[in-house]
């Protein structure tokens, strides 16, 4: 079983009323023998926070709970 993960970032609309503009999120996709499993939003959490994740699921730490 191979694993590996991508982080991306993704742009969220900022609200109607709103002066601020646009915002983004990073967004961690988890994929497994080439075949994406999970995508994790990580609204609000930092790139190294992301990285921990992606080195978490390919080193096996991340499990999921599929039927």
Do not use: C
């Not at 646009?22 to 992301?50: C, H, I, W």
């Amino acid at each position: 079983m191979s694993r590996n993960a991508e982080i991306r970032t993704v742009v969220i609309a900022g609200a109607e009323n709103s002066n601020d503009g646009p915002d983004s999120m990073l967004v961690v996709d988890l994929f497994e023998n080439n075949k994406l499993v999970q995508t994790r939003e990580l609204r609000g959490k930092s790139k190294a926070y992301a990285k921990d994740v992606v080195e978490n699921w390919n080193t096996g730490l991340i499990k999921l709970l599929i039927d």
